[in-house]
């Protein structure tokens, strides 16, 4: 099932239906920015899916960075995981507060660290409790697991890839973030960040991925959605955005049409907005 491009997403229907299962873990990875005055944790504690487990991005991050929740190593990661009970012979549907934002995120960090048997809860927490379904505010007590984490360096970009390919254009890079902030007509939400895009980036908004309804597109729609940003999917792609949530958006529609290992720039606007050497495109 993990090899099939489909099996990223999975409906509230069939978590209803498989919740139960020995093999099925969840976690919650909701995040949210700071304009959105919203406690993740405090949101968790109070209401969930059954048997969920808080994933918290932030954490489970390298705090010595400086950037907010960059890839930890494959040592903490696996550290993290094994002690929410998520290991090998798991399959691990992630799901958050804001439709599917840092869910892919969390999905994405499962995919880099080798665990392919990963999905995303389509409409995420919203959809789950509009239908009905069952939410408690109990503490799952998870029983430790090994985690085999192998890194996939191959679905990950550092600054110095990213700038070289400026110059080569070897690789098609996209950005996540909303027209305003790409052109630099709107100011970055973070403090001390310079407005604009990478030169040579295109602009997909990650919310054009999605329906009315806040589940995302498939097939044709989904397709359209990137060719009309002007992206060739026969050609390597990266995908970028404030902070590496919303360019995991784009990579997962990605993995829906097939391209197995996109890479996220995971330093981002953040990185790159925030230093003062980094040359900065703006307009459309």
């Known amino acids: ?36 005055d919203r406690d993740p ?33 494959a040592e903490k ?35 880099v660290f080798g665990h392919d048997d990963v999905a995303v809860l389509d409409g995420g927490f919203g959809k789950w409790a509009a239908e009905g379904r069952p939410v408690d505010d109990l503490p799952p007590i998870p029983r430790e697991r090994h985690f085999t984490a192998r890194k996939n360096h191959v679905m990950v970009r550092h600054i110095d890839q990213v700038w070289g390919n400026i110059d080569s254009g070897h ?44 589940t995302m597109m498939r097939g044709d729609d989904l397709s359209a959605a990137f060719a009309d940003a002007g992206l060739e999917l026969d050609r390597p792609i990266v995908t970028t955005c404030g902070s590496g949530i919303t360019a995991s958006v784009l990579a997962l529609g990605l993995h829906l049409l097939g391209h197995r290992e996109t890479a996220v720039y995971d330093g981002a606007w953040c990185e790159w907005g925030g230093r003062d050497d980094t040359p900065v495109a703006t307009g459309g």
Not at 60 to 66: E, L
Not at 83 to 110: E, H, K, P, Q, T
């Open 77 to 111: 990661f696996a550290s993290r995981v094994r002690r929410l009970g998520l290991g090998d012979g798991n399959r691990i549907v992630a799901y958050d507060g804001g439709g599917v934002r840092a869910s892919a995120r969390a999905w994405w960090m499962f995919k």
């Open 171 to 214: 690789e098609q890079l996209v950005d996540a973030r909303g027209p305003g902030r790409f052109s630099g007509a709107e100011p970055e939400p973070r403090k001390g960040m310079r407005s604009g895009h990478i030169p040579g980036a295109l602009n997909l908004h990650y919310a054009k991925l999605f329906k009315p309804d806040g």
């Open 41 to 73: 944790r405090a949101e968790y504690e109070a209401a969930h899916i059954p048997g969920a487990l808080f994933f918290d991005v932030d954490e489970i991050a390298d705090s010595g960075s400086g950037l907010p929740h960059m890839l930890p190593d």
């Open 1 to 36: 099932m993990a090899d099939d491009p489909e099996s990223a997403l999975v409906s509230t229907e069939w978590l209803a239906a498989h919740m139960d299962a020995p093999d099925i873990r969840v976690i919650d990875a909701s995040w949210y920015l700071p304009e959105d």
